[in-house]
């Protein structure tokens, strides 16, 4: 089993810096990935989700400008990319620097989006950014969350952009508006049409808690994990399968439950429960049907959670976690046959609950474990992958941290 590193050290961050950029730094920014604890499918259907930030972070450190250029380097790839402030096109930017022009541009065009679900239930007033005279930036990127994992890497590195543009271009926002800043960044200049949460998780993670948001008003609440305190600990088993939510199954499953809403007469699945089920069986074909049923029991599912997390601790949280898994894989078709193993084969070396976690079609899945077990589930896991020929699975805790913050 692999450890958790540590934090990108400033000293290491100053020292990439400056082999690529001569203006002085002026500070150093980070925002975590996250791990879905359970609430998977539901952001884009305004639901509710219980997301937590964890402790592998994107780090950005950050020089002004005298001109309007915002340029980026990073450890991932040699070379500056840059693009004027003056000139911000979602549709020229490409690969990883998407990630960060793509902020900058959500930043300018957040005025007229004012009036989206978003950015109306963020509130704050969008009408005082204005980005005409701001400073350009050097930017320097590093990241400790694994990509292609399903921890949402784009969002650790959206939400560091988006925290030191913020400070450095004296924005009044609010962390909601952020976390809608960084979903149309997403949307429109990664290209992946994404719901809210994985930013959300990002801007407003705190250490040893979840957040339990509500997607369509945006109201979050802080909910305690209390994993330490009862010897209990996150594995991840990253299976190197990959997933991209720009294309394919993702974009289909969001189609799907539009359909299956408009069908029902509703705006979103939100508004549907369990007691609808019967009507949309009769409404819906099959697979529509298996659809709704997955976003409207996984919304319950998200509320027994935080429910059993406030009155009997995450002791019993583990049924709830092995149930969502049965519906995104039975349901919401969205599992593959390595996460599938991954969550068999920890339940059975002793988990208490096991999930595929994200978006689906590849990446990582969950296993709450009781700290003593640790080992003993992550070696099985391995030996099952290796038993069955898949690619050797990487196995790792993850904590509950806090969010986007500065550094330095
Ligand atoms: C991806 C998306 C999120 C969410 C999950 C599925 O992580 O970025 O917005 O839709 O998939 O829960």
């Keep these: 089993m692999t450890t958790t590193p540590d934090t990108a050290g400033g000293a290491a961050s100053a020292t990439g810096y400056a082999s690529v950029f001569d203006t002085p730094v002026t500070g150093r ?96 007033d969008l009408s005082t950014i204005d980005l005409s005279a701001v400073p350009g930036l050097d930017v320097f990127v590093e990241s400790e969350v694994p990509v292609g994992a399903g921890l949402s890497s784009s969002a650790a590195l959206e939400c560091s952009a988006a925290v030191a543009m913020t400070e450095l271009w004296s924005l009044d926002l609010g962390r909601e508006t952020l976390a809608a800043v960084g979903q149309l960044s997403e949307n429109e200049a990664v290209g992946a049409p994404t719901g809210i949460m994985d930013q959300s998780a990002s801007l407003l993670g705190r250490a040893d808690s979840a957040v339990f948001l509500d997607c369509r008003s945006l109201d979050s609440e802080v909910v305690d994990l209390g994993f330490g305190a009862s010897d209990l600990e996150v594995l991840v088993v990253d299976t190197h399968v990959e997933h991209a939510h720009a294309t394919g199954g993702y974009v289909d499953r969001r189609a799907s439950c539009e359909r299956g809403a408009e069908a029902m007469g509703v705006s979103s699945l939100r508004d549907l429960d369990a007691d609808d089920l019967p009507r949309a069986a009769e409404l819906l074909d099959d697979e529509t049907y298996r659809r709704v049923r997955h976003v409207v029991t996984e919304n319950q599912r998200v509320l027994d959670t935080v429910k059993a997390l406030r009155t009997e601790g995450p002791t019993a949280i583990g049924a709830l976690l092995d149930a969502s898994h049965v519906s ?29 976690t994200g978006g689906g079609f590849g990446g990582s899945a969950i296993a709450l474990v009781r700290s003593a077990d640790r080992e003993a589930v992550a070696e099985a896991v391995t030996t099952a992958f290796a038993e069955a020929g898949y690619t050797a699975p990487t196995v790792f805790t993850v904590h509950a941290a806090e969010g986007a913050r500065r550094d330095g």
């Design 29 to 124: 920014w980070s925002a975590p990935g996250r791990v879905n604890l359970i609430g998977e499918h539901t952001d884009y259907n305004d639901g509710f989700v219980l997301p937590f930030a964890i402790d592998r972070r994107a780090t950005v450190t950050v020089g002004v400008r005298d001109d309007r250029l915002l340029r980026v380097a990073s450890t991932f790839e040699e070379g500056v990319n840059e693009i004027s402030l003056d000139a911000l096109d979602p549709a020229s930017m490409t690969g990883w620097p998407a990630y960060v022009f793509g902020i900058a541009w959500a930043l300018q065009t957040a005025p007229e989006r004012a009036t989206t679900p978003s950015f109306a239930a963020a509130g704050g």
């Design 328 to 356: 995104m894989r039975d349901d919401f078709e969205i599992s593959v046959p390595e996460l599938d193993l991954a969550v068999e084969t920890a339940q059975r070396a002793g988990a208490l609950g096991a999930r595929m």
